[in-house]
């Protein structure tokens, strides 16, 4: 029963952080990581007194939850995205996307090429930093614009569509990190263009399915008698197509979120897609997620902010530089004043859930653990990223309610 002792505990944390992270204006997630940060803070403090959560970590069964934490988040991910919004959004959202993603990725994999030890797997902690400042969150950015009213403005369909062209990216990159981790080291041209080879593959296997299977599917499941059968009918794609990503040499997320995709309100009626919907959300966001984002949380080793400060400091300023020059810099050359591209800038300087994801897989995969004996800088890494997810998520709403306020 250890396990049901565990996910009482958490749930009850992360849903008090949760609301009060709410109630402050910020995202729930915010709160759910901090809740984890402090719950950790007790735990390894008082371990004699909790010993069951001391030793979570490494409990395999938590393992197995958090995975399924992450799978769902991915496949409401891909669930909540407007496929087309993803083909309609402008040149100028393109435009922004690839400068808020290329800038920032380049400055994160300079700077650990630069400070990070040299080891058998520096390549794929250099690839690891880049991927992780490219990234935006979406759902922060999101929240702020509703809040101001400012969602369906020019500014604010600019932010979302390339924050969500960001992430949709940021899962190729995924994919191409996973390949590198599991040979330690960046690729040569064969290797990498093998790589390629099987993403473009398995984009090519799920668009086919997707475009042609799924609407088939769609109509049998409306003559389905039993219960939830549409609900199983999605998981069940969910899961071959996670299973097909692993089989490719990717991560099963990047299945469950093209999954997702797919899954629209045409495959089946739109009542039985917004039942479907509900029961995602509440099983994710009410159960899951914040088991997961506490799970990082206490992962995370406040000691990096005395053992590595400067390095921490770093990390957050490049982050931030490189997501306010690289998509602010793209906004001017679209056409926007300087005070809306700065908004731009901000609107996607957020990290949030697919960064934090990444970095649970790099920890997973050993990606901290060389050269040895491990520098501070490797040691405290995953640290300092989850730092600077937080860093930039608690400074975006407040700095873009400002920016936007001014227009």
């Not at 959004?89 to 922004?96: D, L, Y």
């Not at 949380?297 to 982050?319: C, Y």
Request: aromatic share 8%; hydrophobic share 55%.
């Amino acid at each position: 029963m250890s396990i049901i002792y565990i996910l009482l505990v958490l749930l009850i944390v992360t849903r008090i952080f949760g609301e009060v992270s709410e109630r402050l204006g910020q995202p729930a997630l915010l709160g759910e990581l901090v809740s984890g940060i402090c719950l950790g803070i007790v735990v390894h403090h008082f371990d004699q007194s909790f010993p069951v959560l001391a030793n979570l970590t490494s409990n395999e069964v938590f393992s197995a939850i958090t995975d399924l934490g992450i799978f769902f988040l991915m496949l409401l991910g891909g669930l909540e995205l407007q496929p087309v919004r993803l083909l309609k959004a402008s040149k100028g959202a393109v435009i922004v996307a690839t400068g808020g993603m290329l800038i920032p990725f380049a400055l994160g994999a300079g700077f650990a090429a630069l400070l990070l030890p040299q080891s058998s797997i520096h390549g794929a902690q250099v690839l690891f930093l880049g991927t992780v400042m490219a990234v935006t969150a979406v759902p922060v950015s999101v929240k702020t614009l509703m809040d101001l009213g400012k969602l369906e403005s020019r500014i604010g369909q600019i932010i979302v569509s390339a924050a969500v062209i960001d992430d949709t990216l940021s899962l190729v990159l995924l994919a191409v990190l996973t390949g590198v981790m599991q040979t330690g080291s960046i690729p040569d041209i064969s290797s990498l263009g093998l790589l390629l080879g099987k993403v473009i593959l398995f984009f090519a296997i799920a668009g086919l399915l997707g475009q042609y299977l799924f609407p088939r599917v769609g109509s049998l499941l409306k003559k389905s008698q039993s219960e939830e059968f549409e609900f199983s009918m999605l998981l069940v794609a969910a899961m071959a197509y996670a299973l097909l990503a692993e089989e490719l040499g990717m991560h099963f997320i990047l299945g469950a979120f093209i999954a997702g995709l797919f899954f629209r309100r045409k495959t089946i009626d739109s009542k039985t897609f917004d039942g479907i919907m509900t029961k995602t959300k509440g099983l994710t966001t009410g159960f899951l997620a914040p088991i997961f984002f506490a799970s990082i949380g206490m992962h995370l080793d406040l000691a990096a902010l005395w053992h590595i400060p400067g390095f921490v400091l770093l990390l957050i300023l490049i982050a931030t530089v490189g997501k306010v020059f690289g998509a602010g810099l793209s906004a001017r050359v679209i056409g926007l004043s300087v005070r809306e591209s700065a908004a731009v800038g901000v609107g996607m300087n957020a990290r949030g859930a697919v960064e934090l994801i990444i970095a649970d897989i790099a920890l997973r995969a050993g990606i901290f653990s060389a050269p040895v004996p491990v520098p501070p800088s490797i040691n405290y890494l995953f640290s300092a990223v989850v730092i600077m997810a937080i860093v930039t998520t608690l400074m975006t709403p407040p700095v873009l309610k400002w920016s936007l306020q001014k227009q």
